[in-house]
C-alpha cells in the first residue's frame, strides 16, 4: 500500500527542554508525505509544547486523542479537551503552545502544510526561525537555509556588500 504507516511501528522521539517536554511520532514523513506533515504528540501531566510561535507559510491544525489542556493562542488561552480540533492559520493569529493542565497524557494529532521556505516568529523570544529547503518537521539534511535569529537584528541591505 502507498503511504501506509502504523503508529506503533514507529519510535517516539523524545525533547525535554525547561518547560517543553513530549514525545512525538511523524506520522507524515514516515508514510512517504511530501507535503502534508503530520506528527502524533504526547505531553505528560504539566508539559508544554514547542514555545509560542506562528507560521509565516505554514497552517497547522490540532485534533485532540485523549487528555485535557490548554491552548495558548494570540488571542489567549483556550481549553482542549478529547475530540476539540483546532485550525492554526498563517500569520499572527494562528500563534499556538499547548500546555497539558490535566493529570494524564495529552495526546493529539498536529497536521500542517508543508511549504517552504518558512519562517517562524517566537513573539516570546523575539525572534525568528528560517527554513529553506525543507520545512519545519521536513527533512533537516534537505535544507539549503536554516536558523534562528533575534528579530531586531536587522542590517542595512548593503551592509558587507562590495560597493
Known amino acids: 500500500m502507498v503511504g501506509h504507516v502504523n503508529e506503533a511501528d514507529l519510535e517516539w522521539d523524545e525533547l525535554e527542554k525547561g518547560e517543553t517536554r513530549f514525545r512525538r511520532k511523524q506520522l507524515g514523513g514516515a508514510a512517504g508525505a511530501e507535503q502534508l506533515g503530520a506528527s502524533l504528540y504526547e505531553l505528560p501531566a504539566g508539559a508544554r509544547s514547542w514555545p509560542f510561535h506562528y507560521h509565516t507559510a505554514n497552517e497547522e491544525a490540532i485534533y485532540v486523542l485523549a487528555g485535557a489542556g490548554t491552548l495558548r493562542t494570540a488571542d489567549g488561552e483556550h481549553a482542549l479537551e478529547r475530540g476539540d480540533f483546532v485550525a492554526l492559520p498563517t500569520g499572527e493569529e494562528g500563534g499556538h503552545r499547548v500546555v497539558n493542565t490535566g493529570e494524564e497524557p495529552l495526546r493529539y494529532l498536529c497536521v500542517s502544510t508543508m511549504q517552504e521556505p518558512d519562517v517562524t516568529v517566537y513573539p516570546d ?18 535544507r539549503t537555509v536554516d536558523g534562528y535569529y533575534p528579530r531586531d537584528a536587522a542590517v542595512d541591505y548593503w551592509d558587507g556588500e562590495e560597493r
Open 125 to 142: 523570544s523575539g525572534k525568528l526561525g528560517i527554513f529553506a529547503g525543507a520545512p519545519p518537521g521536513g527533512d533537516s539534511a534537505a
